[in-house]
């Protein structure tokens, strides 16, 4: 027999942005029920390294962080989700500080302050390069403080939605395979990024967009699909990030030549041009063939200048981390690395309140997303550095508050142990296959594929070919064999699943893509070098429909950022 | 490179006992032990079980036990680790303990969270909500958390803790330097109430037997031990400790080295049990005669010396309650 619980709210994910919603709404007397497929201190929100932006120095301005962010977004944010953002921030950051955050700081004791990338200011504040993880620990013990039911380790594999309204989820527990109903009013989704769609990918294991493509099978399109960010620093081999902070601090890139090169891509900012900016430029140095003696795949990283004594102090997980995978120390010579896919733009999409759309002009009842998987949109097709880790915790705290003035206004529609029914299919459909196919040998196919096919550079007639490829792929997924047919904590289970939405999800990246005929941001078309802000000033609202992705278009909401050129 | 790897396997749905697979894999030399798990999973037996996500050493997820060590096998270079022990390696979870293993490398860590959530581990303050300015601190007072708050709770310490193994009420070290971490926080409002928790026999920094293992495994470099000798500090410095065997132990050092200037280990034990100290005249002779009691002339500088001095020095100022 399925369980049925109940509670007034049900927030799948518990990174930055599902914690500080369910603090919210517990400190206001409702009953939240948080669920996780990891433990809580283990969400990738602890993985951020660099920074969270506000614009607190006094030489600082909110009006200038929301041009840097608009700007840096290639012109596709909605600009009121911007301007709200950078209103809260300084306050958000104050928040979290108060609640035990160890920021890095200035001699007078105020929040310490770095530069970042494509930001006017030194704005990102900072707790050496390990922000993230200050962040998600104090948000994760004022959970704890407020005795928030944090349920860890529970797979979500299905959404209640019906006619507009969502009710609940499906779950199992991973430990056992017990599955269970939780039923509640409402339903916030705070599921994180989908980069483990990508081989070379700075992700966590556990990215794998599973929210995203749950409410995209009940019919919720999903928004900029397309825009995924690659990081330019990622460890070359593994992917693995070096935080921006080492360009903040004063990293530069040489290719073999032992040429500065972002002195001929963006003479003015260098180094710390945005994400994309600089991305695009190692990986051109990489294919024109000046890419490092030691590795033809990778730039050099230099640090050196800096001295051992303010990389310990600025950037010791850094240091420990090239340490660990590329046997280097920054202290005494360059480091190799590449472009990553990192994080993902697109989304659910949601309003500025955190309410999910079911289209480009209608909202679901009692659905709500926030963080990083989902679109609303202030990165729009590009982020800027130091402002997801801002996002996450503004946008998860304010749809919390969001979510605690529709509460009252919310009818329950009950659920009953029935409603499981499509997961449990699922789930004993993949344990009883008896094909022929490796989950991890299709994953393998698909990573590469969007690597190599839908990556830094894209062009038409390959990603035609990727298009394919995915539609060969979920063929023979349908052919696919586990060896684990147990109940207990069964991986192999749980990645076939994972592989499934990846597959899903993957197709909204490659349609939207192919269809957006312009190069903005990150979104970088070599057939379609120009933006085109004619044709394509606009998001990407795509629906899954009988195993195709249809792709419409809605407008982007512009304020007082009039869209123009993108220089730096 | 080849490496042979031994992995504790167990699904008690369906087996007796745990026994060893052995599984041999060519590995690139700048893998870590996280590839080989993986490549173990999605190339020879998807049934392996085991926890990971974050894959650099940030989440805590995916800690293990290698050829006896707990480390994180997303941090443990396969290279170094055949250096240092061969090209066998054996891998397990964190405790064999067959109540605590879920499956495989996965195992129930309850007892680790329960301790962990024991110390109230959180800044207890008032929180403004809608701040507008952060708490001003200068950078020397944040100085003192040290590393304690980057702490990721991945067991590696706890699961190697010798006193947890001889006392399983001990809270350990991730829930002792955790409790330090608020203890050194400027911010924080019950500096007392936490001191007086960990001052308690049975389960606070007493019960530490000093074996230094935290240290040794923990892939952060927390040092829980060194937090854990700043709590004894603390609850001197703030009036909490109460007149026992081990307070009036670490007032014993003063003795010591009043009378001889270095620490002598068997007048130690006279001070700090008077009377009871009969009691350990069977282990008190057997230590001489191995000579691990030395005569005040023949003992060596202890390595903590600046530290223990510390202590004499704060305990000296302040009065003991009962």
Redesign the interface.
Known sequence: MVAVYKSDVVIVGAGLAGLAAARELVKAGKSVTVLTKLHPLRSHSGAAQGGINAALADDDDVELHKFDTVKGSDYLADQDAVELMCEKAPETIRWIERMGAVFSRREDGRIAQRPFGGQSRPRACFAKDRTGLTLLQTMYEQCVREDVLMLDEWYVADVLYEDGKAYGVVAYNLRDLTPAVFNAKAVMFATGGYARAFKVNSNAHANTGDGLSILARRGIPLEDMEFVQFHPTGLAGSGILMSEAARGEGGRLFNSKGERFMEKYAPEKMELAPRDVVSRAIMKEIIEGRGAKEDPFAVYLDLTHLGEKKINERLPELRDLALTFLGRDMVKEPILIAATAHYSMGGIPVDINGHVKKSATELTEGLYAAGECACVSVHGANRLGANSLLEALFYGRWTGQSILNDLDKIELREANAKEAETMLNEVKGLLNSNGEEKVSHIRNELQETMSTKVGVFREEATMLEAKEKLKELRKRYKNIKLDDKGKLYNTDLQEAIELGHMLDYAMFIVEGAINRKESRGAHYREDYPKRDDEQFLKHTFAYLKDDEVEVEYAPVKITKFEPQERKY | MKVTFKVYRY????DDKPHYEKYELELKD?G?LLDALNQI???I???L??R??????????CAVKLNGKNVLAC?T?IKEAVEMFGSTLIVEPLTKNKEKV???L?I?KKDFWDKN?KV??????E?????????????AL?EL?EEA??C??CGCCYYTCESIRANKDFLGPQALAKTYRFTA?V?DQAKKERLELVDKLGIGIWDCVKCQGCIEVCPKGVDPFTKITHLHNQVFEEGVAKRNVATKHAEGFVHSIKKHGILDEGMLVLYSEGANVVRHMPEAISMFMKGKIKLPWQMPKSEGLDEIQKLIEISQTHELKD
């Not at chain 2, 699904?11 to 369906?14: D, G, M, Q, S």
């Open positions: 699904n008690p749905e369906t700048d870590v999973k999605w190339e037996d998807g049934s079980s085991y990971r996500s974050c894959r650099h050493g940030i989440c805590g997820s941090k270079s879920i499956k495989d996965v129930d959530a109230k581990p959180y800044l207890i303050a929180i403004d909500e809608h701040p507008e300015s952060e708490n001003l601190i200068k950078p944040l958390i708050d980057y990721i709770a926080d911010r």
